[in-house]
Every structure is written in structure tokens, then in C-alpha cells.
Nanobody
Framework: QVQLVESGGGLVQPGGSLRLSCAAS????????MGWYRQAPGKQRELVAVISRGGTTNYAYSVKGRFTISRDNTKNTVYLQMNSLKPEDTAVYYC???????????????WGQGTQVTVSS
């Protein structure tokens, strides 16, 4: 079984910064893509940023230039550096690991439990 554990959420003032981390653990041979999604109250979950195993990134238009996604393949960990935060960034942020292959060559997708990010003065 694979677990994703997120950390780094919290309360921050507009214009501030936060760094989210998500570590995958368990029977992991490799992970294809890792990403961050968010869900605000009353809204659907949306993609924030995703990074491939090779480092190719893709961002939601609303966060381009403010957020940076990165990963450490040796630690099976993905990060999200969030700068110039706005109140509209307030949401629960979820980590996703796509195409997780275990040592039996089985492939599955996993989600973290979510971490709250609140941007408010």
C-alpha cells in the first residue's frame, strides 16, 4: 500500500508565501506524475500544478508565475512553493501521485488527505 502525507498548509496573509510538501511512502518502484489539486468550498476540485518524472511542469493559468512545483525522485516527494498568495487561493490542497508502480509492476493512483491553505488578513 502507498500513502501520501502532506504538510505545510496554514494561515497566511495576502501577499505571503507557503511551501507544501507531499511524501509518498510504501511499496514504490516508480511514480509517473505528481501534482497538486485544490478544492474551495462549493467548488469542484481543480488542477493547480503537475510535474512529470522527468521534470516537465504544467500549471493552472491562475497560479502561473506565482507557484512553483518541484519534486525529488529519490525521496518520492513533491513540493509546491506558493508566493504572492491571494484570498482566492484559499482551499484544501490535495497531493496526487499518478502511475505509481509497485515492485509487482502493478500501477495505481493515490491521493493525500488534503491540507488547508487559508489566505486572509
Amino acid at each position: 500500500q502507498v500513502q501520501l502525507v502532506e504538510s505545510g498548509g496554514g494561515l497566511v496573509q495576502p501577499g505571503g508565501s507557503l511551501r507544501l510538501s507531499c511524501a509518498a511512502s510504501g511499496s514504490i518502484f516508480s511514480i509517473n506524475a505528481m501534482g497538486w489539486y485544490r478544492q474551495a468550498p462549493g467548488k469542484q476540485r481543480e488542477l493547480v500544478a503537475v510535474i512529470s518524472r522527468g521534470g516537465t511542469t504544467n500549471y493552472a493559468y491562475s497560479v502561473k508565475g506565482r507557484f512553483t512545483i518541484s519534486r525529488d525522485n529519490t525521496k518520492n516527494t513533491v513540493y509546491l512553493q506558493m508566493n504572492s498568495l491571494k484570498p482566492e487561493d484559499t482551499a484544501v490542497y490535495y497531493c496526487n501521485a499518478d502511475g505509481v508502480m509497485d515492485y509487482l509492476k502493478r500501477i495505481s493512483d493515490y491521493w493525500g488527505q488534503g491540507t488547508q491553505v487559508t489566505v486572509s488578513s
